[in-house]
C-alpha cells in the first residue's frame, strides 16, 4: 500500500513564452548541463558556482567534509557575506553599482527611502564600528526585534561584517517568546525600534523588549532605532538610540575575513510542540547556495526591480530579500507593512508605482487577494512585472491559475520554490526557461540537490504513490545543527533514514518526475486505511469558483477511522449556506473521488495561521474534535480566529 495516495491529477502544463526564454540567465543548455553534473558529482558542480558566485578572500581546500550527521562546505575557505553583498560591488567592472539602489524601501504609511550600494555599505560599515563600540565581538550572538525598516538589513550585514551571529525574531512575536530566544541564543545586544507600522498606526515594540530582558542578565546593551517617534522609556546605561551612536561612527571597517564555516545566524523554528529550534547556518555553504539559486530562479539581472514580500524575520527574507539578492548586485524592494492598508491594492500599486519586474510571495497572500476580489489588481498597470514566485505552504493549482492569469497577464513564468529554514536555501523548483511548469508542482530539484520521495522503508516511490520528501546528500546551505542541541538535530532530522536527511513534508513525483508536495506528514489523515494528504483535497475545494481558501482535517470515526472536517473561507459576497455545503461535497467527489468527500463542512472568514502565514492545521484538528488545545500556540497570528471558531461549536 501507498504511504500517502495521490488523487488529484492535474493536466494542465506552461511553456515559458520564447522570449524569456533568450534572455534567460540559465538556459536549456546550461540547465541540462548543470543538471548532469550535479548529479554525477555535485560537489564539483557546488565548487564551479562558489567559484562563479561567491568572492573567496582565501580559496578551500576541500569542497567537503561529510561527518553525518555533520557537514562542512568549502573547508579552509574564507570569505566575508557583507563584503559580497556590497563592497565587491563597489570596484572594478561593477564600480558603477555604487548609485545603483541596493534597498528601495517603502513605508507603511507611504514614506519611502532609497539606498544605494554606497550607502549601504556605509550604513554597514558604520553601524559594525558601533557595535564593536559595544563591545561585541566575533561569535558574539545578537539579537534583533524590528519593524522592516532598513536598519534592520543594515544590521544584520553589519554582523556579517564583524562575525557576529545574528537571530532574527519576527517583531509580531510576543515578550515571552523573545526572551526564550534571546537566552537560548544567549544574546549579548539587542538591536530594536520604538516601534514600526501596521495596519495604519504605530505598532509599538520596544516595551516587548524591556518586558523581555527582565530579569535576564545575558543582555548588555539595547539600540533603539527611532522609528514612530512614539513615547519610549529608555534604560540608562542600557538603552541607546541608533542616531546618537550613529552620529560619530567611522565608516571605514575592513570586513572580517571569516572560515567559511563560521556561524553566520541562527533562526528560531517553532516545533509543533516545545520549545523553538535554533536553526544554525554558517557562512560560505549558505552564500553559495543562495547566490546561485537566486540567480537561476528568479533569473536576476541588472536591470530588475525585485520584491520579496517576506519580512527579514523569516528565512525567505534572510536569504532572497537580504543576502542572495544583493550578493548578485540587484536591487531588493523593501516594505514595511501590511498588504490592505490603506486599500486592498497596496501591493499592486507598489509594484505600479516602482515597476517591479520579479515579484515572490506566498500562497496565503495570494488567497487573501483572490477572496478580496480581481478588481484591485485590474486596476493597477502590472506590466513590468516579467517573473513570479511562490513560498511557503503548497500552492493550490486554482490558485497558481489566478496568479498566472491576473498578476502574471499569462506571460510571466511562476517558480514555485519548495524549501525549508532548514534548507538554507531553495532545493526543489522550476529553473524558469528549463521547465514547462504544471500548476501546483515545485517541478525538478536544483542542479546538486538529491532529492526524493521514499516510502516508510525508505524505497524510492513509485508513480502515483505518495511518501516522504528526503534529501540524500548534503548540500551547501544545510543547516549545520540546532543551536545547543546536537542531540535534537540528530533525532528531528537524521533518524528516519541513516544519513539522510527527513523534510518532514509528504509529497509524490508523476511520471515525468515532477516533484508535488503534498502537505505536513504529521497533517496527513487516514480515512478507512487510506492515506491522504491535505493539499489535495484542499486544492479540489479551492478550485470551487466560491471558495478561496480551504483547510482540511481529520477527526476520529468510529465507521472509518478518521472523518475529513473541512474549513472554508468564501470568496467576498458569496452565498455560504447548506446548498453550498452540497455543491463543495459533490465537487470534491467529481474532483478527486469519493473518499476524499468532506463528512462536515464548515465556513470561517478566517483560518488559524501561523504569523508566517502558514495554516494551523493542528489547532483545527483538535477543533473538529472538541479537544482542548495543547502545545505551543505562541506562533499563532490572531488567537481571535480559534475563539471564534470554537464559539461556532456550541
Ligand atoms: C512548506 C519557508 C509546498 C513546507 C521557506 C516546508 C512549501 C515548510 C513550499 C518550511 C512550497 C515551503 N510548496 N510547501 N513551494 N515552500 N513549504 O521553514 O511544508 O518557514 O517544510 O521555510 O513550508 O517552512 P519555513
Partial sequence: MADIESLLKEKRSFKPSSEFVKQANWNKKTIKEYRKLGA????????????????????????????????????????????????????????????????????????????????LHREVCKFANVMKGLGVKKGDRIALYMPMIPELAISILACTRIGAVHSVVFGGFSAEALRDRIEDAGAKLVITADGGYRRGSP??????????????SVVENV???????????????????????????????????????????????????????????????????????????????????????????????????????LANGTTSLMYEGVPTHPAPDRFWD?????????????PTAIRAFIRLGDEHPKSHDLSSLRLLGS???????????????????????????????????????????????????????FPGIDAEVVTETGEPTVPPDGG????????????????????RYKETYWSQYENIYLAGDGAHRDASGF??????????????????????????????QKVAEAAVVGRPDDLTGTAIVAFVTPIMGKEAGPELIDELR??????????????????????????????????????????????????????????SLREGDE
Avoid at 493549482?397 to 519548495?418: L, S
Avoid at 508566517?612 to 497570528?637: F, N, Q, W, Y
Wanted: aromatic share 10%.
Fill in 40 to 119: 554525477k558529482d555535485p560537489e564539483r558542480f557546488w565548487a564551479k558556482m562558489a567559484k562563479k558566485n561567491v568572492s573567496w578572500f582565501t580559496p578551500w581546500k576541500k569542497v567537503l567534509e561529510w561527518k553525518p550527521p555533520f557537514a562542512k562546505w568549502f573547508v579552509g575557505g574564507k570569505l566575508n557575506v557583507s563584503y559580497n553583498c556590497l563592497d565587491r560591488h563597489l570596484v572594478g567592472d561593477n564600480a558603477w553599482r555604487r548609485n545603483k539602489a541596493a534597498i528601495i524601501w517603502e513605508g507603511e504609511p507611504g514614506d519611502t527611502r532609497v539606498l544605494t550600494f554606497g550607502d
Fill in 203 to 216: 505598532h509599538a515594540l520596544k516595551p516587548a523588549v524591556d518586558d523581555a530582558l527582565e530579569g535576564v
Fill in 223 to 325: 539600540v533603539v532605532v527611532q522609528r514612530t517617534g512614539q513615547d519610549t522609556r529608555m534604560e540608562a546605561g542600557r538603552d541607546h538610540w541608533w542616531d546618537d551612536l550613529m552620529k560619530d561612527a567611522s565608516a571605514k571597517c575592513p570586513p572580517a575575513k571569516l572560515d567559511s564555516e563560521h556561524p553566520l545566524f541562527i533562526l528560531y523554528t517553532s516545533g509543533t510542540t516545545g520549545k523553538p529550534k535554533g536553526i544554525l547556518h554558517t557562512t560560505g555553504g549558505y552564500l553559495t547556495h543562495v547566490t546561485t539559486t537566486a540567480k537561476a530562479i528568479f533569473d536576476l539581472k541588472e536591470t530588475d526591480t525585485y520584491w520579496c514580500t517576506a519580512d527579514i524575520g523569516w528565512v525567505t527574507g534572510h536569504s532572497y530579500v537580504v543576502y542572495g539578492i
Fill in 350 to 362: 507598489i509594484i505600479e508605482r516602482h515597476r517591479v519586474t520579479i515579484f515572490y510571495t506566498a
Fill in 391 to 445: 513560498v511557503g505552504e503548497p500552492i493550490n493549482p486554482e490558485a497558481w491559475m489566478w496568479y498566472h492569469r491576473v498578476i502574471g497577464g499569462k506571460r510571466c513564468p511562476i517558480v514555485d520554490t519548495f524549501w525549508q529554514t532548514e534548507t538554507g536555501g531553495i532545493v526543489i523548483s522550476p529553473i524558469p526557461a528549463g521547465v514547462d511548469t504544471k500548476p501546483g508542482s515545485a517541478t525538478l530539484p
Fill in 468 to 487: 516522504f520528501l528526503v534529501i540524500r546528500r548534503p548540500w551547501p546551505g544545510m543547516l549545520r545543527g540546532i543551536w545547543g542541541d546536537p542531540t
Fill in 515 to 544: 516533484f508535488w508536495i503534498m502537505g505536513r506528514i504529521v497533517d496527513v489523515m487516514n480515512i478507512s486505511g487510506h492515506r491522504i494528504g491535505t493539499m489535495e483535497v484542499e486544492s479540489a475545494l479551492v478550485s470551487h
Fill in 586 to 643: 459533490g465537487h470534491v467527489t467529481k474532483q478527486i473521488g469519493a473518499i476524499a468527500k468532506p463528512a462536515q463542512i464548515r465556513f470561517t472568514d478566517a483560518l488559524p495561521k501561523t504569523r508566517s502565514g502558514k495554516i494551523m492545521r493542528r489547532l483545527l484538528r483538535d477543533i473538529a474534535s472538541g479537544k482542548e488545545s495543547v502545545g505551543d500556540t505562541t506562533t499563532l497570528e490572531d488567537y481571535s480566529v480559534v475563539a
